[in-house]
């Protein structure tokens, strides 16, 4: 693996642009990615190289399993985070790219387009998480995993194309139930102290088997392929000690990145194609911006 340090230098911008204020011309074009996960809800866009230029995001029960059970929530959430990104930045935005698991179906995968397109936006494409994450990633050989609020989700690469994808039940949700069972905590405690790194450690003996069936989930998946190393992403990949768990029992090297959570949807906005359709002659140019994209932040290729 060629290790660069273009990857969390990128992702150190980006969590910096999470919180800062700072306006947007309204004639520089944008690619914005949406990421409507089972716990996070994230909103992040870009300039047309990738940089970030501004983010928000919300912890939100909309989704779960990868699917969108509360429309009207979805709705309200996705809106709350562009009125604060339209707000901090004094720029509408008018198009997106919005994301789905993996093994998504037709009508759930109809369900993300349709919280975007019923906020007004123009849902310019729907990209799977791990595909999302390697537009940042640069993947070529390996596997990438989001483990967000509620799947796990995985895409195996190999020459740089994907090979599998599959997508399994079990999260960030089931570490805040077994925290709330056992410290007897409402659920939204349990989330609030599993959300602060400053408690992983001393939480990491209680959810611990539940990273154990995680990994398990992700040596599953992995099971058949011939995998050097796994990259872990999304918010759940934020809870220290998991990289050690999943290389512990899959065999293989795992890795987390800087703000594993921002990673999705940093990706997701390089497949937003309105600005290429909009400045551009060819309608391949999405998918240059995204093969640009990845080479210019590569973090790992093999």
Same mark, same amino acid.
């Given at each position: 693996?060629?290790?660069? @340090?273009r990857? $969390?230098k990128?992702?150190?911008?980006t969590?910096?642009?999470?919180?800062?204020?700072?306006?947007?011309?309204?004639?520089?074009?944008?690619?914005?990615?949406?990421d409507?996960?089972t716990?996070? @809800?994230?909103?992040?866009?870009?300039?047309l190289?990738g940089? $970030?230029?501004?983010?928000?995001?919300?912890?939100?029960?909309?989704?779960?399993?990868?699917?969108?059970?509360?429309?009207?929530?979805a709705?309200?959430?996705?809106g709350?985070?562009?009125?604060?990104?339209?707000?901090?930045?004094?720029?509408?935005?008018t198009?997106a790219?919005?994301?789905?698991?993996?093994?998504v179906?037709?009508?759930?995968?109809?369900?993300?387009?349709?919280?975007?397109?019923?906020?007004?936006?123009?849902?310019?494409a729907?990209?799977?998480?791990?595909?999302?994450?390697?537009?940042?990633?640069?993947?070529?050989?390996?596997?990438?995993?989001?483990?967000?609020?509620?799947?796990?989700?995985i895409a195996?690469?190999?020459?740089?194309?994907?090979?599998?994808?599959?997508?399994?039940?079990?999260g960030g949700?089931h570490?805040?139930?077994?925290l709330?069972?056992?410290?007897?905590?409402?659920?939204?405690?349990?989330?609030?102290?599993?959300?602060?790194?400053a408690?992983?450690?001393?939480l990491? $003996?209680?959810?611990?088997?539940?990273?154990?069936?995680?990994?398990?989930?992700?040596?599953?998946?992995?099971?058949?392929?011939?995998v050097?190393?796994?990259?872990?992403?999304?918010? @759940?990949?934020?809870?220290?000690?998991?990289?050690?768990?999943?290389?512990?029992? @899959?065999?293989i090297?795992?890795?987390?990145?800087?703000?594993?959570?921002?990673?999705? $949807?940093?990706?997701?906005?390089?497949?937003d194609?309105?600005?290429?359709?909009?400045?551009?002659?060819?309608?391949?140019?999405?998918d240059?911006?995204?093969?640009?994209?990845?080479?210019t932040?590569?973090?790992?290729?093999r």
């Amino acid at each position: 693996m060629t290790t660069s @340090t273009r990857l $969390p230098k990128l992702m150190a911008r980006t969590e910096k642009v999470m919180r800062g204020r700072r306006p947007i011309d309204p004639a520089q074009p944008v690619r914005v990615g949406v990421d409507l996960g089972t716990a996070y @809800t994230v909103v992040i866009v870009t300039d047309l190289d990738g940089q $970030p230029l501004a983010g928000s995001y919300r912890f939100a029960d909309v989704v779960r399993d990868g699917v969108v059970w509360d429309f009207a929530g979805a709705q309200r959430v996705v809106g709350e985070v562009l009125s604060d990104l339209e707000t901090r930045t004094g720029r509408r935005f008018t198009h997106a790219a919005v994301t789905i698991p993996p093994a998504v179906g037709t009508s759930d995968h109809r369900a993300h387009r349709y919280v975007v397109e019923s906020l007004g936006l123009e849902c310019t494409a729907v990209v799977d998480e791990p595909n999302a994450a390697n537009a940042v990633l640069g993947v070529t050989e390996g596997a990438v995993v989001d483990v967000g609020g509620g799947t796990t989700g995985i895409a195996i690469l190999r020459g740089g194309h994907v090979v599998a994808t599959d997508d399994e039940p079990t999260g960030g949700k089931h570490l805040t139930l077994v925290l709330a069972g056992a410290l007897g905590l409402p659920i939204e405690e349990a989330e609030q102290l599993k959300a602060d790194p400053a408690n992983h450690r001393r939480l990491l $003996p209680i959810v611990r088997p539940t990273l154990e069936k995680i990994a398990t989930i992700v040596a599953r998946q992995v099971s058949g392929h011939d995998v050097s190393r796994i990259y872990l992403v999304g918010g @759940t990949a934020g809870f220290a000690g998991i990289e050690q768990i999943v290389t512990e029992v @899959t065999g293989i090297p795992a890795q987390v990145p800087v703000s594993p959570l921002f990673v999705t $949807p940093l990706g997701a906005a390089a497949f937003d194609g309105a600005p290429a359709r909009e400045g551009a002659d060819s309608a391949s140019d999405r998918d240059a911006a995204v093969l640009a994209f990845a080479q210019t932040h590569r973090g790992g290729s093999r």
